[in-house]
C-alpha cells in the first residue's frame, strides 16, 4: 500500500504496510513502524534491543460501506545499559493508551453523534454501543470540563463596560 495513502487516509506517518486482508465486510492492514528506535529514550545509551513484540488491533476511519482494523506490530525495546531499567513497547502516535480506536476514528465518530444517537453509529460503524459511549464520554469531558487552575495564584480584570463606547 502506498505510504502516501496511510499518511493522508489514517495518520500513520511512520509506518509501513507489510500486508492486506479482505474478510468480508472487513479491511485490515499489518502496519509496522519503518523505523527502529536506536537510542534509550531514558538514558541515551546506544545499546537499544529489541524484546518482543505485540500485536495490537484498532479500529480506522471506514473506506465506503466496509469496517477497518489497522493490525500493528508493536515492539518492545529493552535497554542494555546496566544502570537503566527501560524496557517499555514503541509509541503509538495514532491512538491513546490501551484504546481500540485511532485518533480520526474518535473525530469521526464524534461528527456522527452531532446528528446520531449511540445505537445508530454503533450499528453503521458496525463497533459495539459500549465503543461509542467510551467516545462520547471522552470528548465531553475534554471539552466541558472544568480547566486546571494549579498555580494560579490570582484572577483580574482588565477592564470593564457598561455599554459599547464607555
Not at 505510504?3 to 493522508?8: E, R, V
Not at 460501506?65 to 524496557?87: A, F, H, P, S, T
Not at 446520531?116 to 471539552?143: C, F, P, Q, Y
Amino acid at each position: 500500500m502506498n505510504s502516501s495513502f496511510l499518511y493522508h487516509a489514517w495518520g500513520l506517518y511512520n509506518h509501513k504496510c507489510t500486508r492486506e486482508e479482505y474478510k468480508g465486510n472487513t479491511i485490515i492492514l499489518h502496519v509496522e513502524s519503518k523505523e527502529r528506535q536506536k537510542v534509550c529514550p531514558q538514558c541515551g545509551h546506544s545499546h537499544l534491543v529489541k524484546n518482543g513484540f505485540r500485536v495490537r488491533d484498532f479500529i480506522g476511519l471506514p473506506i465506503g460501506g466496509k469496517k477497518l482494523i489497522i493490525r500493528m506490530k508493536v515492539q518492545r525495546y529493552k535497554c542494555k545499559n546496566k544502570e537503566c531499567d527501560y524496557d517499555r513497547q514503541e509509541a503509538i502516535p495514532f491512538a491513546t493508551g490501551s484504546r481500540s480506536y485511532t485518533h480520526r476514528f474518535a473525530k469521526y465518530v464524534v461528527g456522527l453523534l452531532k446528528g446520531m444517537t449511540l445505537k445508530d453509529t454503533a450499528n453503521l460503524l458496525g463497533v459495539s454501543w459500549d465503543t461509542i459511549k467510551e467516545i462520547h464520554a471522552n470528548h465531553l469531558e475534554h471539552r466541558y470540563s472544568l480547566p486546571s487552575l494549579d498555580g494560579v495564584e490570582s484572577i483580574a480584570i482588565d477592564e470593564f463596560a457598561v455599554r459599547k463606547g464607555n
